[in-house]
């Protein structure tokens, strides 16, 4: 199984622009990124790119980049590009954010595990929700699951409703679950989604994945016990180093 690790990084971010440069402890965030893909189960790592100084940045610490087109409106875009400019053959392609310098390659794994059945178009991880500012907050995706382990819907809202329970004991009453914004790809799959016009369920949550499930395919999920630390904004990376990680 020939799986390759593409990490999308794009410069102009609007909250936090030059975020994948940026130091932490001695490194930048795109190298920690590219290292913890590394020590993880692929066939190789990419970064993929629209700037001139993250590519120079990636090759100066012996990394793998290629250049994508800026217009690109999401990180499943730009993977197709950059899986086309390698010019490789791979079965899988795993996304893995580049604001994310501490994910665990077991959580890369995870993703990667699904593909073992030869079913699986897509794949994610989710992870348990275990308080209610969790539950409730609309900046953290929910995913409701199958008894097959497949998404049946994400939501910026908590769904089920649980109806007559208090709000603070809704994750007490239902097993809730939060996205962890990491995708697989078969590649053929990669390919076909990428031509989908954007879909009123994506419109209305602004949750590109809910595209997918509107046009019928299938999204695998893997649970991880391993929180995930986003850096979205400056702040954001000052409490990652005030816990002097």
Request: charge should be negative; aromatic fraction near 10%.
């Amino acid at each position: 199984m020939e799986v390759l690790g593409i990490i999308p990084a794009r410069y102009a971010s609007t909250r936090f622009p030059g975020k994948p440069l940026t130091d932490i402890n001695g490194k930048s965030m795109i190298q920690r990124v590219y290292e913890q893909a590394k020590s993880a189960n692929l066939t190789a790592v990419l970064v993929a790119t629209d700037d001139q100084r993250i590519f120079d940045h990636v090759q100066d610490f012996g990394g793998k980049a290629v250049m994508t087109a800026e217009h690109h409106q999401s990180g499943t875009d730009r993977c197709f590009e950059a899986y086309q400019q390698y010019n490789q053959p791979f079965d899988y392609i795993i996304n893995i954010q580049g604001d994310e310098p501490f994910i665990k390659p077991e959580q890369i794994n995870l993703v990667a595990g699904c593909f073992q059945s030869t079913h699986t178009q897509l794949a994610t991880l989710i992870k348990e929700i275990n308080t209610p500012e969790e539950l409730f907050n609309v900046n953290s995706p929910k995913v409701v699951i199958n008894k097959a382990g497949e998404a049946l819907y994400f939501s910026r809202q908590p769904i089920p409703y649980c109806r007559n329970v208090p709000n603070d004991i809704w994750h007490k009453q239902h097993t809730y679950y939060k996205h962890i914004g990491i995708y697989g790809y078969r590649t053929d799959i990669l390919e076909q989604i990428t031509q989908l016009p954007p879909s009123g369920l994506e419109l209305a949550e602004s949750l590109e994945q809910l595209r997918w499930l509107e046009h019928g395919f299938k999204i695998a999920t893997a649970i991880t016990a391993f929180e995930t630390i986003g850096i979205d904004t400056p702040e954001d990376l000052e409490k990652v180093k005030e816990l002097g990680l």
